[in-house]
């Protein structure tokens, strides 16, 4: 079970839009950055947002993220079929309120279906 | 642009040390920090630790004990090394670049199986 709760999958058409929740806790997201990781199978896994809201050079600005209290959303606009992947949220966890989750923390990834 | 390229033994026998390199290249190696990550068949990213560019490291938990992750400046490297490996640590590592609260590059993974 992942530390971040993302959901499994999420699907919509070309041209729409759709958001991903990541869900955490007070030791981590609720006090560190969140980044989103975009994956297609095989490759190298992508950055697309970094402290919460940034874009890196390079990713359109289809793709926004936000972050209110313990949770975070990626939003994409405009879908397209190149978009289909699995996407990641990750913080990193204080270890606060449990030693042993020091360290980077991950969701368990959301499956991206462009009908 | 920079890149990342793990190498080494894809299958290793169970209780024999797991050891990969991450080869950088497009840029330097130092002054930043750099990571393995690994995700076992069907499970979420793990984190396994990191090392600074001056050497400090810091490992998750979970494998305290059994990880070193060491740096190689001259070849522009950084190592992994999981000794008692089990089925357990089959799964595809990836090697990261560290830097301000994101991973900003990432290999392609390799995926590592532990098997006799």
């Known amino acids: 079970q992942s530390v971040l709760t993302q959901p499994p999958s999420v699907s919509a058409a070309p041209g729409q839009k759709v958001t991903i929740s990541c869900s955490g806790s007070s030791s981590n997201i609720g006090s560190k950055y969140v980044s989103w990781y975009q994956h297609v199978p095989g490759t190298a896994p992508k950055l697309l947002i970094y402290?919460?809201?940034k874009r890196p050079s390079g990713i359109p600005d289809r793709f926004s993220g936000s972050k209110s209290g313990t949770s975070a959303t990626l939003g994409i606009t405009g879908l397209q079929t190149g978009d289909e992947a699995v996407y990641y949220c990750g913080t990193w966890d204080t270890g606060t309120w449990d030693p042993s989750l020091r360290g980077w923390v991950f969701g368990g990834g959301t499956e991206l279906t462009v009908l | 642009q920079v890149q990342l390229q793990e190498s080494g033994p894809r299958l290793v026998k169970p209780s024999e040390t797991l050891s990969l390199t991450c080869t950088v290249s497009g840029g330097s190696i130092n002054g930043y920090n750099w990571g393995w990550i690994r995700q076992s068949p069907g499970k979420e990213l793990v984190w396994i630790g990191k090392i600074a560019y001056h050497g400090h490291t810091e490992y998750s938990r979970s494998f305290e004990g059994r990880v070193t992750i060491s740096l190689d400046s001259s070849n522009n490297q950084f190592s992994l090394s999981l000794i008692s490996a089990t089925a357990a640590d089959t799964a595809v590592y990836y090697c990261v670049r560290d830097l301000d609260w994101k991973n900003d590059y990432w290999s392609q993974g390799t995926l590592v199986t532990v098997s006799s």
């Open positions: 402290d919460n809201d």
